[in-house]
């Protein structure tokens, strides 16, 4: 049974740092790409990282570039996603997914599987 399981969510004041973690069982990461994704109220959810042993990456959306870091420890079955210089924009439910065959590396559609999700709340 393939199961994500986030973590490393919580509360933190603007310019502070979070790391999150996505835990990934049932699978190996050699076969699948790991995205990264983020639903603020109201909104879509959105893709803003990318992370595959096979074909490349990682790759950000805009928004996050320069402040998010996203790295994998394969003998972890594990990847991480480094959040600094957070804003209150970066305020979302975060969700890691995986994905077999991903080409539209940031389409939700793409991935089969997906995380619970964790919240990150960033204060002003």
């Known amino acids: 049974e393939v199961q994500l399981v986030e973590s490393g969510g919580g509360l933190v004041q603007a310019g502070g740092s979070l790391r999150l973690s996505c835990a990934a069982s049932?699978?190996?990461?050699?076969?699948?790409?790991i995205g990264w994704f983020r639903q603020a109220p109201g909104k879509q959810r959105e893709g803003i990282s990318y992370?595959?042993?096979?074909?490349?990456?990682?790759y950000y959306v805009d928004s996050v570039k320069g402040r998010f870091t996203v790295s994998s420890d394969n003998a972890k079955n594990t990847v991480y996603l480094q959040m600094n210089s957070l804003k209150p924009d970066d305020t979302a439910v975060y969700y890691c997914?995986?994905?077999?065959?991903?080409?539209?590396?940031?389409?939700?559609?793409?991935?089969?599987?997906w995380g619970q999700g964790t919240q990150v709340t960033v204060s002003s």
């Open positions: 997914a995986a994905g077999k065959k991903v080409q539209l590396v940031f389409s939700r559609y793409e991935y089969e599987y």
């Open positions: 992370i595959s042993s096979s074909d490349g990456g990682p």
């Open positions: 049932g699978f190996s990461f050699a076969d699948y790409a």
